[in-house]
DNA sequence: TAATAGATAGACAAATCTGTCTAAATTTTA
DNA sequence: TAAAATTTAGACAGATTTGTCTATCTATTA
């Protein structure tokens, strides 16, 4: 009945909220052709699988992300402050998705151990992130010279990352903030 | 045709291996008790439903994974060196594993939002091992002042968890040889 | 030895899954 | 306006899912 004029985004985007909310085994085609309200043929004109389906939607949520990121840090002006802020984009977004956890990490316990080209996927995402956070370091004066700038990437990279898995059993932000408040002390 | 004396530890050491490397809800029923070798009736005598073995699964994996801990840092003597060994303990896993992942984050990825019983598993795993890393931490004396102990553990779970989930989907303990070589700076 | 408890194989229900196909309606392009 | 491409609803196949139930067999216990 919706005279959609971009199919295709509109099953991406659909697709895109059921995989995260529920996990990519528990949406079913039929729920995905349900709620986006177009046709069965629809959806395998466009994708040849299921499985192709994913990818796209690994590779959609990947360029979001980081429009949202560059999109959010840019509004900050002090150096140390951007660093700082990165903890507080994931507080952001791990408190909309009433922490959901991080969409990567999820769609990553799914993957079958030789889905190569899905765990690429998700490296991608992962290391520009912690290539990211290097250039944002790079633009800073340090105080000490515990660590070289490649380790505190390292160091900035992890912390994140495992302050936003805590966060997401934990369903708080507390473990985020903690890690902010560590990183802060260490640059 | 097994005259398995216990049935029960048959069905959750089975679940338990199946859980882990497919995923929960890729693991069926059918493929438990095949592999098992028991009775369909057998494992609904012992286990009410799929979700009540998956709560099982996740107790049973939280016994065993202190058990391989304590047991592996039993074995180290300088109180410095047994929370890098925390480091060599995830590595020793996940190469067994082949970079399976932790097999809590992995099950934490497939729990719905409203199952509090798995969150709670899962958090009273993670949290035992930050509070064994700060009793760990009481044994030593820090080189500087910049962190407390308590938020040193926090510091040292964080780069754990990070580190073992970014091996998970890059196949290689790279990075959590680097977290082993920023917690070795920091304590 | 007899009674009880547990394990077995397997049928079965009812729902769900992915992917294919047809035929008609609609939209886009030429 | 006519031709081509896309979307639609829905049937369908074939496999799979969890959970229940029956009837037989085996092992343990009293």
């Known amino acids: ?15 895109a909220d059921l995989f ?13 052709i349900d709620e986006a309200d177009i046709a069965r043929g629809s959806l395998y004109n466009h994708f040849k699988s ?19 990121l560059y999109s959010y840090i840019k509004k900050i002006k002090h ?16 408190t909309q998705s009433s922490f959901g956890g991080c969409p990567f990490i999820k769609a990553n316990a799914e993957v079958p151990q ?17 290539d990211y956070i290097l250039e944002l370091l790079n633009d ?3 105080q000490n010279d515990l660590f070289t700038k490649e380790e505190l990437a390292d160091t900035i990279y992890m912390l994140a990352e495992g302050a936003t898995v805590t966060a997401s ?13 560590i990183v802060d002390r260490l640059i």
Not at 114 to 130: L, S
């Open 50 to 68: 299921k499985n192709e389906l994913f990818y796209a939607y690994l590779e959609e949520i990947n360029e979001r992300w980081f429009e949202q």
């Open 79 to 94: 150096p140390k402050d951007r660093i700082l802020g990165l903890f507080d984009f994931r507080i952001k977004r791990q």
């Open 169 to 181: 059993f934990q369903k708080s932000k507390e473990m985020i903030g903690r890690a902010k408040d």
């Open 140 to 142: 800073i004066t340090l």
């Open 20 to 32: 995260y909310k529920q996990g990519y085994n528990s949406t079913g085609i039929n729920q995905i």
């Open 1 to 15: 009945m919706k005279s959609s004029n971009n199919v295709r985004e509109n099953i991406l985007s659909t697709a």
């Open 114 to 130: 030789d889905d190569k080209k899905a765990f690429e996927i998700i490296d991608k995402n992962k290391m520009k992130f912690r």
